[in-house]
């Protein structure tokens, strides 16, 4: 596509619950990146896919959160119970080949009551 | 480890006002830096870049020059229109594959 596709734009669970965020990047683009921004602060790197692999997912907080792209293309940033420490924005990037040609999508707003 | 202090927001100013957003960093290495934009319900979008000293990075009539020796890569615009209300984030990279570290981010509001 055009630009990078992150959906949904907004979710809204309830503590404990489980939840997936999808990306979709600029189609051929090789590198994706996940990060989380809170209210106030900058964003935080995540997760670091080149192609299918994790690269570095050295900024995954804990074990509840996981990250998945399994054909090289969309990738879905999974949660396992939710707590309310989590609520911010999550951005996904994708840059044809690492460096820093980043493009990045408008986020999902995760919001844990 | 590697980090980005930039001034705290919101910086608010009048039209045609000269802009200046200071930041500094820590890094082991050479990094290279970026200023980057959020407007109103956009994503994120890369204003500017500096990959080595002394080089300055230009786009909008925005500038940024890449200070070694004082470890800073400050934000300026000589005349700021409305549509420049944003948030800029300065940030940084050190590893090849373009990880990226950010700043807190300044709001910078332009009245009429």
């Known amino acids: 596509g055009a630009g990078v596709s992150q959906t949904p734009s907004n979710k809204v669970t309830e503590k404990g619950k489980y939840v997936e965020l999808r990306c979709d990047p600029i189609?051929?683009?090789?590198?994706l990146y996940w990060y989380r921004q809170s209210l106030g602060q900058g964003p935080e790197f995540l997760i670091y896919?080149?192609?299918?692999?994790?690269?570095?997912d050295s900024g995954l907080p804990n074990d509840r959160f996981f990250a998945v792209r399994p054909e090289g293309s969309v990738s879905t940033l999974k949660i396992q119970r939710t707590e309310r420490g989590d609520s911010a924005v999550y951005l996904c990037?994708?840059?044809?080949?690492?460096?820093?040609?980043?493009?990045f999508g408008s986020g999902t707003r995760l919001t844990v009551v | 480890g590697d980090s980005v202090t930039q001034m705290e927001g919101p910086v608010t100013l009048s039209e045609e006002a000269f802009l200046t957003i200071n930041c500094t960093y820590t890094a082991t290495g050479y990094p290279s830096l970026f200023w980057y934009v959020q407007y109103p319900g956009e994503g994120l979008q890369l204003l500017l870049k500096a990959t080595k000293a002394d080089d300055k990075g230009s786009n909008k009539g925005f500038e940024a020059t890449y200070r070694k020796e004082t470890t800073s890569f400050h934000l300026e615009k000589g005349s700021v229109q409305v549509s420049d209300s944003a948030v800029y984030f300065c940030?940084?990279?050190?590893?090849?594959?373009?990880?990226?570290?950010f700043g807190a981010g300044t709001q910078v509001v332009v009245t009429p």
């Open positions: 940030a940084l990279r050190t590893d090849s594959w373009g990880k990226l570290q």
């Open positions: 189609s051929g683009h090789t590198a």
């Open positions: 990037a994708s840059s044809l080949n690492g460096g820093d040609g980043y493009t």
């Open positions: 896919f080149q192609g299918t692999g994790a690269a570095d």
